[in-house]
């Protein structure tokens, strides 16, 4: 059997349904680009995500926002550095925070009381608000008072995780050359949702423009949510093609998990990952399942 090494899982999600604030998990189900929200796990643990990830070796994990209630953010944020403390895990958090209210600052300083806060994921348009978008799309991060707010988080030495299919990627770059200092970590592979032909060009575009600002690193994360009947074969050109544009020393592997788990285990999804970068070199795959995230958030 193969010995897998080490590995970091660069984005999962936990929630609480108990004892915190999910709006999203607690009105009616609806269809969205994962798949249907009725069919998550209610409450998803700990406990879970270190079951389901049993066998893959996963020395440390990086928890991102899960759409807790925006009202009281530093909520799930102090939730999960408790877990922290506690089990150790997660060892990095993505915390929300909304970058155009005036009193960021003071929500980002309640986040960075928690050890583990690295920084924060805020989707500035959903594939849903892009599809009904029409002409040249611009998102929040175009706003004056949301690239204050980032601005912000770039001087507290703070991270942020970016939700950007193809139509925001040309206004992300912009946002990456604007602030050089700032990382910015591209979730889901760019999101190549439209498959066509034409969707394909444009992601691949975007892509390589986004590549071009270095303060910018990817995620192999959420690919099934695009291919919900995924195989190896349907999963390797989009893999490889991502971390050909981005380079090996910007790329690594998350689980997405319990998303990815409408479609999927963590242990064949983790599989077919490790299967299809075989032909890399051990450090290859060392930097793109441990290093790069470790350096990325800190941990």
């Known amino acids: ?61 990086v928890h991102v926002e899960a759409s807790h209630d925006p009202a009281d953010p530093v909520r799930e944020t102090w939730w999960l550095q408790g877990l922290a403390d506690q089990r150790g895990f997660p060892h990095a958090i993505v915390g929300f925070a909304d970058l155009t209210r005036a009193d960021v600052q003071a929500t980002l300083e309640a986040h960075a009381e928690s050890a583990n806060f690295r920084g924060i994921r805020m989707s500035t348009m959903t594939p849903a608000q892009l599809r009904e978008a029409k002409g040249d799309v611009r998102s929040k991060m175009s706003e004056s008072a949301w690239r204050d707010g980032f601005k912000v988080l770039g001087d507290m030495g703070l991270s942020f995780d970016l939700q950007a299919p193809a139509p925001l990627m040309a206004e992300a770059a912009e946002v990456a050359a604007a602030f050089p200092d700032t990382p910015i970590l591209l979730t889901h592979a760019g999101l190549p949702l439209d498959r066509s032909e034409a969707g394909m060009d444009a992601w691949r575009r975007g892509m390589r423009l986004m590549a071009e600002r270095p303060n910018i690193a990817l995620k192999v994360t959420g690919v099934p949510m695009t291919d919900w009947n995924w195989t190896v074969e349907s999963l390797r050109p989009i893999v490889l093609e991502a971390i050909d544009i981005f380079g090996v020393e910007r790329s690594m592997f998350g689980s997405n998990f319990p998303i990815d788990g409408l479609h999927s285990s963590f242990g064949t999804l983790f599989d077919a990952y490790r299967v299809i970068v075989d032909g890399f070199s051990d450090d290859e795959q060392r930097a793109m399942f441990h290093d790069n995230a470790a350096r990325s958030y800190r941990i």
Do not use: C
Not at 14 to 34: I, S
């Open 1 to 61: 059997m193969m010995t897998i090494p080490p590995t970091i899982d660069a984005h999962h999600h936990l929630w609480d349904t108990a004892t915190n604030q999910y709006p999203w998990l607690e009105g009616e189900p609806f269809d969205a680009h994962f798949g249907n929200s009725g069919d998550l796990p209610r409450p998803y643990t700990l406990d879970d995500y270190l079951a389901d990830a049993a066998g893959q070796n996963i020395v440390k994990s």
